[in-house]
């Protein structure tokens, strides 16, 4: 497997669990060469996937270090006005639940949990150039430190631009969207939390009359003595260390917003120079922001200056399937989406899980290679340009100029949010 990014160590975990031959070649040098970024939020289907790849015990420490999102989702105007709050009511859920829990989750743990008793099996420093096929059915991957690698089958989860995906698909594309995000972090201490608005501590989409808001939560659930205090046997029978587990697992709680809107609609003053520049990104926001709620305009203004984070959005073009061979792929690397409702994630940790039954099946004598194979890759380009669509509808959405569409589309939130059992419809029980 080429890329140990989430994806394909969830594969590599399940895979190993099941007693399925695996090695992962990552180019980074080292396991910590990418502990950074803001947390992702798993979602049932990534639970569902991780809950069924990982070791129980790791499953149970990723719950345990990871933070609650908050129960469903609030869709609000600039001012906080609500148009339709989503599952918000009803009883509390299990977080050991895969079926139904959520967790907000640090990269930088979440990579540490997933490498966990994989060490001989990531192989670091190994940059794929390019595979070829053989006529006994195997793949030789090979990397520009010279050294190859054989197996019986090659998946790319070498993320967005993926190498292997290229080769095996010339053909795929991409599309870059019209649109312009910028996020930040405003840390929950003890002075923050006196103004911050109760409503921030769920998620939020903010819809107003011209761009996009999101908030979300992040506060762990509990802190890394006590799990190691209620976990640390049942590591350390595994043979690993829960000290080192969670020696980076103490991430300050935040609420994270990004702001979305019509690349076109920035002003002409704000160069490529001044993007990168977080007191133009505050300029920015202040200009855009204007008459929107007090409160929100301070949670934009307050956040830590070296969190902002500007990026562009881009999206796979969905390819026509071929035969199935003996290379296929999972996640960004084959249907890369814009970060919007963190669905490509969840995504990846589906194929991941997918990937590794089928496997699994074919190894087990269950299932031809071949059959197993097809059949995976059948469900996840489906599955996987599906949502691809639906992403790129949400951001085409958020960032109309339409003043018709922007206006529509708040009286259809408010019907929802009139209406329960057509919001119910509309948006799912979440």
Known sequence: MIGGGIGGLCLAQGLRRAGVRVTVYERDRTADSRLQGFRLNIEPTGSTALHACLPPVLWELLVATAGDPGRGIGFRDERMRPLVLIGQGGPARDPLDPATSEHAVSRVTLRKLLLAGLEDVVRFDHEFTGFARADDGTVTAKFANGTTATADVLVAADGAGSRVWSQLHPEAGRTELPATAVAGKLFLTEENRRWLPDLLAGRNVFWPRRDFLFTAIFRRREHPASITARLGDRVRALGLDPEHLLADSHDDDYVLWAFITHRDSLPASFTSKAQDDPAALRELLAERTAGWHPDLRRLLSASTPDTLYRTGFSAAEPIVRGEPGNVTG??????????????????????????????????????????????YEADMLRHGFETVREVVRNTEAAITTSALKRSTTRRFFRVCGAIPPLGRAVFGKR
């Open 330 to 375: 999972l996640g960004d690397a084959v249907h890369h989406m814009p970060p919007v409702g963190g669905l490509g994630g969840n995504a990846a940790l589906r194929d991941a899980h997918r990937l590794c039954a089928a496997l699994t099946a074919a190894d087990r004598g269950e299932e031809p290679l071949s059959r197993a194979l097809g059949a």
